[in-house]
């Protein structure tokens, strides 16, 4: 995608209330599920690796994470829509198509820039929900104002201190910051646990344990403070009453607006 902020300044629309279905018919569907859960669990806890490394920035841990995102959604869109994704989705924004997949296209491609832009600017909130279902799983593409939740670990950047500090603070807030960013860290080895637990494999486990998961996290920045969040969502069991066969946009459903109170990103929901 590199590039496309030349053309490109987002369609908040695509994403607003929406979420990608994406069926789970058989056994070899729900391994590459468990698949890519796993990889995010391994991601977050790459990057807790690197926020308990003194010698690396919270910056460059930050923007691994995003890279990451990024090239998720990317993946995704060459597997839905082909190696024309780009297109497909400007030619969805520009209104010369109206078709499913135009639509899945004009979300992962906005998802994927925005998680671009939110690696290096301050006061936008990443917040997907992911849930999951006997025959089915979702994927919620939030951002939102601001920088944290109500339920979220903060931790401190000394690098992207504006503040000038005689020694004797100076030195105090640098420990102060380590710390936080070490308690940073075992929050997110934690949360990367409940990734595990949330959606297990599917040749370890019974139907019954596994057809229903659910997470909703979050991360952000403002200034030299990081915010990262991960709680377990229960699905609704009632959300869907019939299968599908291809991905499709649906709702965004109960569950994304019962977390969006419970964490107050109601009101700062970019729309």
Known sequence: MDGTQDRFNGNTRVL??????????????ERVFHENMLNVAVARERKADLLADPTVSVLDAYEIQFDHIAESFERRLRRTVGDDYEEVAMAYNRGERDDQIGALAAYYFEGAWRAQQQAT????????L???Y??????????????????????????????????EHTETYYEESLYSQQQAADYLRESAAIIREEFPDPDDTSFEER???????ASGRRGSVFSAMLERVEPDPDRFAESISEPTLVEAGPEAR?????????SDVIH
């Open 16 to 29: 607003h209330q929406r979420a990608v279905r994406i069926p789970l018919p058989d056994r070899e569907a």
């Open 258 to 266: 019962r977390t969006e109170r419970t964490f107050r990103l109601e």
């Open 121 to 128: 600017i301050t006061d936008m909130l990443y917040a997907p």
């Open 130 to 132: 992911i849930l999951r």
């Open 134 to 167: 006997p025959d089915s799983f979702t994927t919620n593409i939030r951002f939102a104002s601001g920088y944290t939740t109500t339920e979220s670990v903060r931790y401190e950047s000394p690098a992207h201190c504006s503040e000038e500090l005689d020694d």
């Open 211 to 217: 057809k229903y998961g659910g997470i909703v996290s």
